[in-house]
């Protein structure tokens, strides 16, 4: 079988959640089916790591799909082209695009809806391209993957897509998240927190991921318990980000709230490890691999009750309204207050981190490339 794969997300020393997913598990698809040939395609001139075995040819299509009309013309143009040169039994498109002018069958895997339920927080012409091509795609795709039940659901319920045509797979966790020792603890804070413990945040700064609310909460937990724990920030700072720097500078113990940028992947983990919890309190994820990278830390989660988190999380969060600033300082609060919560999160989390594998993602992937040759 001849398969191509869309890798325009594999971006050497940028990758996020969805270059993540697609390089777990497009390398996963190549090198545990060496009777398949794959034709990775790229947006871009491409890093030579990203031809993970012998039977992987890399292509570069023009031009480079990081606009609403060179979305158009990547996926309608040269990637038609590209699949009939390859001779492509089925494409695999990880990021929730498809080629409405091909024939070929594509399995497509959708992260979430954000657009649908938060669309002020998408630009007028990215708003626009989703709402024409979104359920379009979704009808062109043989098969669907998404990354979690709620997902599945969403699109089942905004679209009307039939439950048989969506397959649930997951994300799944670097190895390289792991817990520390104490003394290793010891180091990642007094590098970053003064030597203080730490509340962490870890993703882009939009609207979207509540950081702003997360801000205000965690000055009102200084406030009412005077405690010196920190706040760590780490992400890019994406778009929409008023709100966020208002908050930052009306807070009473903004000296407290450091934010620390993109941080290498090689120190994701220690600074994961070595926090006293994860606050990652979204408005709305398809999944939110912080969550699990947390748990495979030991590092207790407080989360929001809504969308897919919970279902991630499991007992392993502490879960709050996200809506509400008083609700997160409270998680807070008991967090920082009750050493038995924290550790009962922990060893929750140990169970809990094992629904989820990029192995179990991969194998999920490759029944439903399979399942879409078939249903020709």
Same mark, same amino acid.
């Given at each position: 079988?001849?398969?191509?794969?869309?890798?325009?997300?594999?971006?050497?020393?940028?990758?996020?959640?969805?270059?993540?997913?697609?390089? &777990?598990?497009?390398?996963?698809?190549?090198?545990?089916?060496?009777?398949?040939?794959?034709?990775?395609?790229?947006?871009?001139?491409?890093?030579? #790591?990203?031809?993970?075995?012998?039977?992987?040819?890399?292509?570069?299509? /023009?031009?480079?799909?990081?606009?609403? %009309? =060179?979305?158009?013309?990547?996926? @309608?143009?040269?990637?038609?082209?590209?699949?009939?040169?390859?001779? /492509?039994?089925?494409?695999?498109?990880?990021?929730?695009?498809?080629?409405?002018?091909? @024939?070929?069958?594509?399995?497509?895997?959708?992260?979430? %809806? *954000?657009?649908?339920?938060?669309?002020?927080?998408?630009?007028? =012409?990215?708003?626009?391209?989703? /709402?024409?091509?979104? $359920?379009?795609?979704?009808?062109?795709?043989?098969?669907?993957?998404?990354?979690?039940?709620?997902? +599945?659901?969403?699109?089942?319920?905004?679209?009307?897509?039939?439950?048989?045509?969506?397959?649930?797979?997951?994300?799944?966790?670097?190895? #390289?998240?792991?817990?520390?020792?104490?003394? @290793?603890?010891?180091?990642?804070?007094?590098?970053?927190?003064?030597?203080?413990?730490?509340?962490?945040?870890?993703? +882009?700064?939009? $609207?979207?991921?509540?950081? #702003?609310?997360?801000?205000?909460?965690?000055?009102?937990?200084?406030?009412?318990?005077? *405690?010196?724990?920190?706040?760590?920030?780490?992400?890019?700072?994406?778009?929409?980000?008023?709100?966020?720097?208002? +908050?930052?500078?009306?807070?009473?113990?903004?000296?407290?709230?450091?934010?620390?940028?993109?941080?290498?992947?090689? &120190?994701?983990?220690?600074?994961?490890?070595? #926090? %006293?919890?994860?606050?990652?309190?979204?408005?709305?994820?398809?999944?939110?691999?912080?969550?699990?990278?947390?748990?495979?830390?030991?590092? $207790?989660?407080?989360?929001?009750?809504?969308?897919?988190?919970?279902?991630?999380?499991?007992?392993?969060?502490?879960?709050?309204?996200?809506?509400?600033?008083?609700?997160?300082?409270?998680?807070?609060?008991? =967090?920082?207050?009750?050493?038995?919560?924290?550790?009962?999160?922990?060893?929750?989390?140990?169970?809990?981190?094992?629904?989820?594998?990029?192995?179990?993602? +991969? @194998?999920?992937?490759?029944?439903? =490339?399979? /399942?879409?040759?078939?249903?020709?």
């Amino acid at each position: 079988m001849r398969i191509a794969v869309n890798t325009r997300f594999l971006l050497p020393h940028r990758m996020e959640g969805i270059g993540r997913f697609t390089w &777990e598990i497009a390398r996963r698809l190549a090198v545990q089916h060496p009777e398949h040939e794959f034709f990775f395609f790229f947006d871009r001139p491409f890093d030579p #790591a990203f031809v993970p075995a012998s039977n992987v040819r890399p292509v570069v299509l /023009a031009p480079p799909a990081r606009h609403p %009309l =060179l979305w158009y013309a990547w996926f @309608e143009w040269a990637v038609p082209r590209a699949l009939r040169r390859c001779g /492509a039994d089925v494409f695999f498109s990880p990021d929730g695009y498809c080629s409405l002018r091909s @024939e070929v069958p594509t399995v497509m895997v959708v992260h979430d %809806l *954000a657009h649908v339920h938060f669309p002020d927080a998408t630009p007028p =012409l990215v708003s626009r391209y989703y /709402a024409h091509f979104v $359920p379009r795609y979704l009808q062109r795709a043989q098969q669907i993957v998404s990354v979690s039940e709620y997902t +599945a659901q969403d699109i089942r319920r905004q679209y009307g897509i039939s439950a048989e045509k969506i397959a649930v797979a997951c994300n799944g966790c670097d190895p #390289a998240f792991q817990p520390l020792a104490e003394s @290793e603890k010891a180091e990642v804070r007094n590098r970053y927190a003064g030597g203080q413990a730490y509340f962490f945040y870890l993703g +882009a700064m939009h $609207p979207r991921k509540n950081v #702003a609310r997360l801000i205000r909460a965690f000055d009102q937990f200084k406030t009412q318990t005077g *405690a010196p724990a920190k706040l760590l920030l780490a992400g890019r700072m994406a778009w929409q980000t008023g709100e966020l720097h208002g +908050a930052y500078h009306a807070a009473r113990s903004r000296d407290d709230i450091l934010f620390v940028g993109y941080v290498p992947d090689a &120190e994701l983990p220690r600074l994961t490890g070595a #926090a %006293l919890a994860l606050t990652y309190v979204s408005l709305f994820e398809g999944f939110g691999v912080p969550l699990l990278e947390a748990m495979h830390c030991d590092t $207790p989660l407080l989360s929001s009750n809504v969308s897919s988190m919970p279902e991630v999380a499991g007992d392993a969060g502490l879960l709050v309204d996200p809506n509400s600033t008083e609700a997160i300082a409270g998680g807070m609060t008991r =967090l920082w207050e009750e050493a038995a919560l924290r550790q009962t999160l922990i060893e929750n989390g140990r169970t809990q981190r094992l629904r989820f594998s990029w192995d179990r993602a +991969a @194998e999920v992937v490759y029944e439903r =490339l399979c /399942a879409g040759m078939a249903r020709l």
